[in-house]
């Protein structure tokens, strides 16, 4: 069974097999962070309190875990701004991160037949049991590094009840990646000053990812760092510095655009959920729309104001005001 495994992700990714009772060394090692200060109480609340729940109390009939790491590139985002185009990054495993497990589970199935035991996607933490296996190590900024893919690379997990024997490919052999001994590239130019040269746990509370993803006000960030966050939502500033990322990101078009009036709008939105006039407004649905076919819907209420914030970081704010479409003749 391990080897016709292995042949499905030949062409998908890197793999590795787990016993299913690594989930309880996993939630056990994250709470133990909790509890002595390395992770912010509120942040562990807010971000990892449910994946950590499942580690700690898996299903029972659970004796594998298979993890997947895949290849996944990032993607240029055009946004017409009516003088010329304004092109935001969406960072890797941003577009159709949800699907994209799915999507691998029902392949899965159907590869290995009916015969194959239950199995099911696995909401947990991926990071430490990719690491646990040997499949990825840590960076200082919190990222993993799987092999040949850098960080630029999908964690997916699955749950089954097949008893499997613990399988690795060839990669990283410690939970630190080497290339961070004695490199401080990322600490450098993190914007937020989550990596510091004290520890090499990101303090995670502090990431400008985090702030990104969630509502409220976006933190103080210097302007010449500001100038390099163009991302619709997350963060690329530790990974595109990254030496051991060298050559390794592929940037790809997304499979939208925003034209004027949806720019315009998505730049006039506040945040609000529902309120002014959302639901009727048939420019606001076609925003909606368009993030749900790159399955991004859940940042509907978080790109407005990741907008403003780069276009002001890059100096093209303008008052945030639009020009009529008529003028872009002149312009």
């Known amino acids: 069974m391990i080897d016709k495994l292995k042949t499905w992700a030949g062409g998908k990714g890197r793999l590795a097999v787990l016993d299913a009772a690594e989930l ?26 449910g994946i950590v729940e499942t580690a700690l109390a898996p299903h029972p009939r659970w004796r594998s875990l298979i993890l997947l790491s895949c290849p996944r590139p990032a993607h240029s985002l055009s946004l017409d701004r009516g003088t010329k185009p304004l092109t935001c990054i969406v960072p890797p495993t941003y577009v159709e991160y949800r699907r994209f497990g799915g999507r691998l ?23 430490r049991l990719a690491v646990r296996s040997g499949l990825a190590a840590y960076g200082r900024n919190n990222v993993t590094y799987s092999g040949e893919y850098g960080s ?14 613990p399988y690795c490919e060839n990669g990283p052999t410690g939970p630190e990646l080497p290339a961070c001994a004695g490199c401080m590239a990322c600490a450098r130019r993190c914007p937020t000053g989550a990596i510091d040269g004290e520890r090499f746990l990101l303090h995670a509370e502090k990431c400008f990812t985090l702030f990104s993803e969630n509502p409220g006000a976006l933190p ?18 530790c990974q595109a510095i990254c030496p ?17 009036e949806e720019t315009r709008r998505i730049l006039a939105d506040d945040g609000g959920h529902g309120g002014r ?55």
């Open 244 to 260: 051991a990322n060298k050559g390794k990101l592929r940037i790809e078009p997304a499979p939208v655009s925003f034209t004027f």
């Open 152 to 165: 630029y690379h999908q964690l997916v997990g699955f749950a089954s009840e097949a008893a499997l024997e």
């Open 277 to 331: 006039g959302k639901k009727a407004d048939p420019v606001w649905r076609s925003v909606q729309e368009k993030l749900k076919a790159i399955g991004m819907i859940h940042y509907q209420n978080r790109i407005g104001r990741n907008l403003r914030f780069a276009l002001e970081a890059a100096g093209q704010g303008e008052g945030l005001a639009l020009p009529h479409p008529a003028s872009r003749i002149s312009a």
């Open 220 to 237: 103080p960030v210097e302007a010449k760092m500001a100038r390099e966050l163009p991302c619709l939502a997350g963060c690329m500033a």
């Open 24 to 49: 309880a060394e996993t939630g056990a090692f994250i709470s133990g962070l909790r509890d002595s200060g390395g992770l912010e109480a509120r942040f562990f609340k807010g971000n990892l309190a």
């Open 105 to 127: 589970l029902k392949d899965l199935k159907a590869y290995m037949g009916p015969g194959f035991p239950k199995t099911t996607l696995l909401r947990a933490p991926l990071k």
